[in-house]
């Protein structure tokens, strides 16, 4: 595997898991029992933290990467073991 394919699946990884972390931890201002700013949004995020949740990300990602990468050398899950219809798609001898 080229090293461009590891920082492409990366990247992808690591857009993936910011955006499923994204509604974790994050509490809205009525629930952090902060007051709100005149016409905010109720769902706003009173304690978003972007430094943290990039750093997270970053390890998550590479982690999925690492484990990525490790299963191309190594194979331990290939196409065939994923086909889950083999014995319905099979014709009979």
């Known amino acids: 595997m080229q090293i461009t394919s590891i920082i492409a699946i990366y990247a992808l990884f ?3 898991t910011a955006f ?10 009525d629930e952090a029992g902060i007051p709100k700013i005149p016409g905010q949004a109720d769902s706003a995020p009173a304690n978003f933290r972007p430094g943290r949740h990039v750093i997270v990300a970053t390890a ?3 982690v999925l990467t690492a484990l990525f990468v490790l299963n ?9 073991f994923l086909n889950l219809f083999e014995d319905l798609l099979s014709t009979p001898s």
């Open 14 to 16: 690591w857009v993936m």
């Open 72 to 80: 191309y050398v190594y194979g331990w899950i290939g196409a065939d």
């Open 20 to 29: 499923v972390m994204l509604p974790f931890g994050v509490k809205t201002h």
């Open 60 to 62: 998550i990602a590479a």
